[in-house]
């Protein structure tokens, strides 16, 4: 059906201008790391190809480390060290332009953020102070002197040169996060100098003003540069605030072409959507506008158009700036200005897109398999391969990775059906998301159920529970079993590899038992050695439903997996005002029938603490039953029409749900193609070797 844009929102795609270069619209695609980098050249950049496609007004890079003497090892960034990256980054800014974005270059020099752990190089810091990361590294800077500035100027200006020559249009300075030395300069938290570029906030910010005046010297006939800063560093009155960073706008109002407002460390700008909602930095934004001509962009988790048009209208910002809404549905202006918002694939805010860069893996997103596949396997957001040869597939269970199963297969062509045994679609995202902060994960079910309502070629089963003998005997030619998984009773996990004592008399609960509303009270104890966010979450709602909650870990960290999804210390802080009691470091050796005996994980000393019932969130169990009674019947398969057979997701191997959407997907795909044999399944880039 071709349709046609709601007029309320045409002023989202109004040309902009920023310097000397001009915008298709609004849509502002803010620099965001992928855990490939400059180790992945290719995939990164045919991930911005894709959403150049998809609409993107302003397509951004991650962080470019922009000298030798400033970079964040072990984290994989882009690198502009000297000319032999213009290559790469030229690839990049091509494939930004491919459908008509301006390509943008964030450049970034580490200063107290970088602990230059690959280059063995002194780091250095408007101050001296140890360096700052996420892994406290053993590291200081030495303070700048007035050479290491006119340097930093010179490499500054060499840097600008060379993005011109890689085509990009925009230039970033990047003084956000903590990350950038601008910030560092700017803050009395990091600048604690006595000179011209210390004190007054005028002297804090004359490197900024240095900077970015000899950055229009050198390349403003082509580049607009704009600076990417925090809206509050959130360390109270010796940090960046709010208040000063108005002030410091206002004095400098049109030195940059643009104003990108960021917020805070990374943990407050990417906030999940468990502790933050869309949109979450309007107030300290709001006003800015009016102390600039330029134009402000900001971010916010922003999905929704109706949003969008509100930031714009309401004079707040002039650009929507987006991170992860863009990374979940690189289409998202595509599909706005095609008059079709509906199927926007929302980003649910969970997070696992950024656990791909702190992992220094490569990327995943819950809601978008495609990311950063689509060179690796030449995957596209929103366009399948045509059918292969078989025409029916039967997808068992409507979960996350049954569900994108379905949608993808019934993209490609294929006649599918999908049986549940529930009574509703969704599978563990239907349940999860009824728990404390987490509604917005059930947009995994949303809008693939929407999706699946479109097509003609798709079939939904509610109320089917389906046995291996049921499935034999219906004729389709494919099966996917995606029948999901069921948390342990018994304990087992890391701590205990077999089932731990565990006395009957003692009331024991898993995740499963309170998401289906068996929720225990009085003293309980929750053992979490599972890691993510379940315990964390568990606790909580028991919490808030009156229980004396104690949690225990073997960990040094509540929900420790969690620093990986930026939330650990919202985590903690939460459960700590909700008067949860929390454990560290010691692991539940046996239940008895007055409590569990916890032993410390160092030193082997235990202690009882009492419980009226006890929560084990430990790992899960495969529900593979149908797929081992099949398995078991592999010579009927022929005789029943069968070609194939497979288990994905949680029954297959549990783990997050984004590893599920990406099995999903992943059978979708390869369903009728040829067997790869022992070959790689994704291409990859290999380092050339040096001639000696
Ligand atoms: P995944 O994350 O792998 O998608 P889920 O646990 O979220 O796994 O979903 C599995 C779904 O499969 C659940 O909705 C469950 O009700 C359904 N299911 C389990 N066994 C059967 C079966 N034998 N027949 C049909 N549906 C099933
Ligand atoms: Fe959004 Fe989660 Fe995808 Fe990241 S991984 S873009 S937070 S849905």
Redesign the pocket.
């Known amino acids: 059906m071709n349709r046609s844009r709601d007029p309320r929102y045409d002023i989202l795609f109004e040309p902009m201008k920023i310097g000397p270069v001009t915008a298709k619209n609004r849509f502002y695609q803010v620099p965001h790391c992928n855990g490939g980098g400059y180790r992945d050249p290719s995939a990164a950049a045919a991930m911005r190809r894709i959403k150049s496609e998809g609409g993107w007004g302003v397509i951004f890079t991650e962080q470019t480390e922009m000298h030798h003497t400033s970079e964040i090892t072990p984290f994989i960034e882009l690198r502009l060290w000297d000319d032999a990256d213009i290559p790469a980054l030229a690839k990049m800014a091509e494939a930004m332009h491919e459908h008509g974005a301006l390509a943008g270059i964030q450049l970034a020099y580490s200063g107290i953020n970088g602990p230059n752990l690959y280059t063995k190089e002194v780091p250095r810091g408007p101050s001296a102070l140890p360096i700052r990361t996420f892994t406290n590294d053993p590291v200081q800077a030495r303070a700048m002197d007035r050479q290491d500035i006119r340097d930093l100027r010179r490499w500054h200006r060499n840097a600008y040169r060379r993005a011109k020559q890689a085509g990009f249009d925009l230039v970033c300075l990047y003084g956000a996060h903590g990350f950038g030395i601008i910030q560092h300069f700017l803050s009395t938290a990091t600048n604690q100098r006595s000179d011209e570029y210390g004190g007054s906030l005028e002297n804090r910010s004359r490197l900024m003003r240095e900077l970015i005046e000899e950055g229009r010297d050198a390349i403003s006939d082509t580049c607009g540069l704009t600076l990417r800063l925090s809206l509050d560093e959130m360390i109270g009155e010796l940090g960046f605030a709010n208040s000063e960073v108005r002030e410091m706008i206002e004095m400098h109002a049109e030195l940059p072409d643009l104003w990108d407002l960021a917020h805070g460390a990374w943990e407050d700008c990417s906030g999940p959507s468990r502790f933050k909602e869309e949109g979450a930095q309007e107030s300290l934004v709001s006003g800015i506008k009016k102390l600039t001509s330029k134009p402000v962009v900001g971010v916010g988790r922003f999905t929704s158009p109706d949003t969008m048009v509100r930031m714009i209208r309401s004079g707040t910002l002039d650009f929507i700036g987006c991170a992860r809404p863009s990374i979940a549905d690189p289409f998202l202006p595509k599909k706005i200005e095609e008059g079709r918002p509906d199927d926007i694939r929302e980003c649910i805010g969970c997070n696992i897109c950024i656990t791909g860069d702190m992992t220094m893996s490569i990327s995943r997103c819950t809601q978008n398999p495609t990311f950063m596949e689509e060179w690796r396997k030449g995957w596209h957001p929103e366009r399948m391969q045509a059918k292969g040869a078989s025409e029916s597939v039967l997808i ?8 994108e199963a379905a949608r993808a297969l019934a993209l490609r062509g294929y006649e599918v059906a999908i ?4 009574g509703e ?6 349940r999860e998301s009824k728990l404390p902060g987490l509604s917005a994960w059930g947009r995994v079910r949303d809008y693939r159920q929407y999706q699946l309502s479109q097509m003609p070629n798709v079939n939904v089963y509610l109320e ?4 291996a003998e049921d499935i034999l005997s219906f004729g389709f030619q494919n099966v996917a079993v ?4 069921t948390w342990r009773r018994d304990g087992v996990a890391r701590a205990h590899v077999v089932p731990m004592p565990i006395d009957r008399s003692m009331p024991i609960f898993t995740p499963d038992d309170l998401m289906g509303g068996k929720v225990p009270n009085g003293n309980v104890v929750l053992f979490d050695d599972d890691h993510y966010y379940m315990g964390g979450v568990l606790a909580e709602l028991m919490a808030r439903q009156g229980a004396k909650v104690t949690l225990v870990t073997p960990s040094a960290f509540v929900s420790d997996w969690t620093r990986n999804t930026l939330e650990q210390g919202a985590i903690h802080r939460r459960l700590a005002e909700h008067g949860v009691k929390i454990v560290l470091n010691r692991t539940i050796q046996r239940i008895g029938a007055n409590g569990a005996t916890s032993a410390c994980v160092y030193t082997g000393a235990t202690r009882v603490i009492e419980a009226d019932a006890v929560v084990l969130v430990t790992s899960r169990l495969q ?1 593979d ?2 797929w081992t009674d099949l398995k078991a019947r592999a010579a009927e398969w022929a005789d029943h029409g069968i070609k194939s057979i497979k288990v ?4 297959e191997a549990p783990g997050p ?1 984004a590893w ?1 959407t990406y ?2 997907h992943r059978f979708a795909r390869e369903m009728d193609e040829p067997d790869i044999g022992d070959a790689l399944p994704f291409r990859r880039e290999v380092a050339a070797l040096a001639a000696d």
């Open positions: 068992v269970g409507g979960g996350p990775a049954g569900l049986a549940e045994a529930g679609l969704g599978g563990r995202v239907t089917s529970r389906l046995s995606a029948t999901g998984s529900d039953t149908v994905i997701g949680d029954a749900i599920a099995a999903g």
